[in-house]
């Protein structure tokens, strides 16, 4: 079997056991450079059966809410952040907290399913996501873990973006 074809098999295996999800937080525990700031233009969350990013446009709660001043992390899921599935130069598209650790919950507005998350990393490599957890809830009281990445790869030129089964 090809590296490809196992790749997807394994993919899909994981896929398949996502349950829906209404909630789902991303903690951000810390970056590539050690500083307190990170950032990051867009994520996404879909199927690999379809492509359809179900965070699009989803209702953001922020902790703790500081963020660069124009910097808000809506700016995470309104689409701005990748043209034609390329990740902008457009800095106005960012999300950029101000403190490590931070968290977003993101309100799918009705319970969907998933079973990748996407993350376009921002214009400083250092600054990535390296390590993070993604949570799945549908009351806000009982959360599951989805994720949890000790050691993410930094975004480049060629690549930026990265990519997750859950």
Sequence with gaps: MSMQRHLQSMLMRAGAQVAGYRYV????????????FTNAFEIQLYRAADGINRALNAQVAFTPEDFLTGYPPTNLVDGIG????ERTNDKRALWYPTSLPTSITLDLS?????????IYGGPLATRD???????????QITWDL???VASAPQTTAESFYTEWAI
Excluded: C, H, M, P
């Design 25 to 36: 937080e991303l903690n951000v525990i810390s970056n590539w450079s050690g500083e307190v």
């Design 82 to 85: 990748t043209v034609a599935g």
């Design 110 to 118: 009705q319970q969907v399913v998933f079973d990748r998350l996407r």
């Design 129 to 139: 996501f390296k390590s993070f957890t993604l949570s799945g809830s549908n009351n």
């Design 146 to 148: 989805l994720l949890s």
